[in-house]
T-cell receptor, first 116, second 116 residues
Framework: AQSVAQPEDQVNVAEGNPLTVKCTYS??????LFWYVQYPNRGLQFLLK??????LVKGSYGFEAEFNKSQTSFHLKKPSALVSDSALYFC??????????????FGTGTRLLVSP | NAGVTQTPKFQVLKTGQSMTLQCAQD?????MSWYRQDPGMGLRLIHY???????DQGEVPNGYNVSRSTTEDFPLRLLSAAPSQTSVYFC???????????????FGPGTRLTVL
């Protein structure tokens, strides 16, 4: 079965510093990987995806993610954190193949706290 | 566009009571799904639908029923609430463009349910 792991419950970073939120995956076949963000009292919002192609994927709000096949990782990064980036971040992997509806398997989430 | 809307935002039930969580989307998406979010467990898929009249089970379907009579609406029914169903429930919708192998999911704001 497909799975993702987020090893850190919380990441703390000072505003202006670079941030990394870690995700590792376990899949059979080619991985389709995603990052979603959840702001307080809101639903999840899509940030970015890796399907194929360049290992560095750029997404919304200045976030990017680096796909590393040898390390089976898909870490979320941002060069300069903002206080407004404080939120809960979920890594997810597609479960199953083909077109149409695709089930997503989510990680347990990492809370990012950016201090002023 | 309102996107994905959910009602109510909060609900408290007693064990054994029934209720329906409402979900509607105005994006003409084919696919709709229900997730529950529990601390330390990420999001888990309850039920999903690939079109009006078509539903299927997800990872944790027990205790929940769904139906899809229109493209817009996808209600989730709890027939006899149990404390284990205390959770935050998210509805999501998505589409699959022709030829695409991925469809981003759009999430509603959630319903926080407590079962006493």
């Amino acid at each position: 079965a497909q799975s993702v792991a987020q090893p850190e419950d919380q990441v703390n970073v000072a505003e202006g510093n670079p941030l990394t939120v870690k995700c590792t995956y376990s899949v059979s076949g080619n991985p389709y990987l995603f990052w979603y963000v959840q702001y307080p009292n809101r639903g999840l919002q899509f940030l970015l995806k890796y399907i194929t192609g360049d290992n560095l994927v750029k997404g919304s709000y200045g976030f990017e993610a680096e796909f590393n096949k040898s390390q089976t990782s898909f870490h979320l990064k941002k060069p300069s954190a903002l206080v407004s980036d404080s939120a809960l971040y979920f890594c997810a992997v597609r479960d199953g193949g083909g077109t149409g509806f695709q089930k997503l398997v989510f990680g347990t989430g990492t809370r990012l706290l950016v201090s002023p | 566009n309102a996107g994905v809307t959910q009602t109510p935002k909060f609900q408290v039930l007693k064990t054994g009571q029934s209720m329906t969580l409402q979900c509607a989307q105005d994006m003409n998406h084919e696919y709709m799904s229900w997730y529950r979010q529990d601390p330390g467990m990420g999001l888990r898929l309850i039920h999903y639908s690939v079109g009006a009249g078509i539903t299927d089970q997800g990872e944790v379907p027990n205790g929940y029923n769904v139906s899809r009579s229109t493209t817009e609406d996808f209600p989730l029914r709890l027939l006899s609430a149990a404390p284990s169903q205390t959770s935050v429930y998210f509805c999501a919708s998505s589409y699959s463009p022709s030829g695409s192998s991925y469809n981003e999911q759009f999430f509603g704001p959630g319903t926080r349910l407590t079962v006493l």
